[in-house]
């Protein structure tokens, strides 16, 4: 077992205030965008891309446009929604160190993708596992990783120059932080609490409780005199 790399898994948080800013080593930006591109993929097609973003001017028009759309996102909360939305932050554009934008290109490998025809979305859940890749890598080398999601496809599509056909699936701020909180940020500011695995494992139907254990694995009776709870 790699406890390391469940260690990584728990420990990675979406960051906001934490960043620095501080220069990212080229060797390390070079190991993350690997592991990123190492994801596995439906009919090894790697339809992903990424954009590094460290241009000041388009990394200002972007936030503005983020502040915008968090405006409207908040107009449409009732009152103490809002009062707990407005101690979240969504984005840390111009503090993390640069930007990551990750695109998905559907017509990769076109025609006949092995492994698309009956399923069309593998394609865009293969890039979405070249961002989990880039994240845990990232929170291996201490970094953090902040996605913003508060942007629409258009904007970001002219802003960056991205072909038609091509769509941006993520904004990644990246970069090293102070930090990375112990608990995340939306349920530490009360926004939502995580599910407990137990509520999310089902047994051969849906809504039948899951069992960790089969009948071959059972665990042992405890031993005679022994109490459990």
């Avoid at 406890?3 to 390390?28: K, N, S």
């Avoid at 845990?136 to 080398?141: S, Y």
Wanted: charged share 25%; proline share 6%; with cysteine.
């Amino acid at each position: 077992m790699d406890a390391g790399l469940y260690e990584t898994i728990h420990r990675r948080r979406d960051v906001r205030r934490e960043f620095t800013g501080d220069p990212v080593d080229t060797a390390a930006l070079q190991r993350v965008l690997a592991a990123a591109h190492a994801a596995p993929s439906v009919g090894m097609t790697q339809p992903w891309d990424f954009v590094l973003v460290r241009d000041e001017d388009l990394r200002r028009r972007f936030r503005a446009h983020v502040v915008g759309e968090r405006a409207v996102f908040e107009a449409s909360l009732d009152a103490a929604r809002s009062e707990v939305f407005a101690r979240i932050s969504v984005e840390g554009v111009l503090q993390a160190s640069l930007g990551i934008v990750v695109t998905h290109d559907q017509t990769r490998g076109d025609p006949g993708v092995l492994g698309r025809h009956a399923i069309a979305d593998t394609g865009l859940f293969s890039t979405c596992l070249a961002v989990q890749n880039l994240w845990l890598a990232a929170t291996a080398e201490g970094w953090g990783v902040g996605w913003v999601s508060f942007y629409r496809e258009p904007f970001l599509r002219e802003l960056l120059g991205i072909p038609e056909h091509v769509r941006p699936v993520a904004w990644l701020c990246v970069g090293p932080v102070a930090g990375l909180q112990e608990v995340p940020d939306l349920e530490r500011h009360g926004w939502r609490r995580r599910r407990s695995l137990a509520d999310a494992v089902h047994a051969d139907r849906w809504g039948a409780p899951g069992e960790l254990t089969g009948p071959d694995h059972a665990q042992p009776p405890p031993a005679a005199g022994s109490t459990t709870r």
